[in-house]
């Protein structure tokens, strides 16, 4: 059965890329994940290969029991994106993810030249809470079990991001 993205991409969405492209890809993450960070950098090489037709959205799914630091650095780079540097702190943290750790999230703030005091003031928000956990219901509506997990033009793509590159070469040759 495939699954769908519950709810379409939207305003709440963080979207890097052409809007109104021909290949919506969204990644539901935890940036403490391992196989999140190995799809890193295919993702990046896939925005590069398909740019312009290609729109990426991330959207959280921490897997906080087994990654203890996973929820801090989604609010992280929620906290980064109201001084509108999400993307800056989402590839901050995938680039250093093994120093994912409170003071970590400090230093990977304080490099991409936030407002450290509004930084450390937002991090507080409800709202960003509220954020992440949208995100997660939204992933666990539309049929996610496991990071990274992603969706083309909608719908579940089963497979990991290597395969996700080649089915977009081949589709596109």
Same mark, same amino acid.
């Given at each position: 059965?495939?699954s769908h993205?519950?709810?379409p991409?939207?305003?709440?969405? +963080? ?5 109104g ?11 403490q994940?391992? +196989? ?10 896939i ?8 729109s990426?959205?991330?959207?959280n ?6 990654h ?21 702190? +989402?590839? %901050? ?14 230093? %990977?703030?304080a490099a991409?030249?936030?407002d450290m ?8 928000l409800e ?6 956990e949208?995100?997660f ?5 539309s049929g996610?079990?496991?990071t ?6 909608g719908n579940?793509f089963?497979?990991?991001a290597?395969d996700l590159?080649? %089915?977009l070469?081949?589709?596109s040759?």
């Amino acid at each position: 059965m495939s699954s769908h993205l519950k709810p379409p991409v939207n305003e709440k969405d +963080h979207s890097e890329g052409t809007a109104g492209a021909t290949i919506e890809l969204v990644e539901y993450g935890d940036y403490q994940c391992p +196989h999140c960070g190995a799809a890193y950098p295919i993702i990046k090489k896939i925005q590069k290969t398909f740019a312009p037709q290609i729109s990426f959205v991330f959207r959280n799914f921490p897997l906080s029991e087994i990654h203890p630091f996973a929820v801090a650095a989604a609010i992280a780079a929620e906290a980064a994106g109201m001084q509108l540097k999400f993307w800056e702190m +989402h590839d %901050m943290i995938f680039e250093n993810q093994s120093s994912l750790n409170s003071r970590g999230l400090q230093k %990977m703030a304080a490099a991409i030249g936030l407002d450290m005091e509004v930084f450390e003031s937002d991090l507080q928000l409800e709202v960003l809470q509220a954020k992440v956990e949208a995100d997660f219901e939204s992933g666990v509506r539309s049929g996610v079990n496991g990071t990274p997990s992603f969706f083309i033009n909608g719908n579940k793509f089963d497979g990991g991001a290597n395969d996700l590159y080649n %089915m977009l070469l081949e589709t596109s040759g």
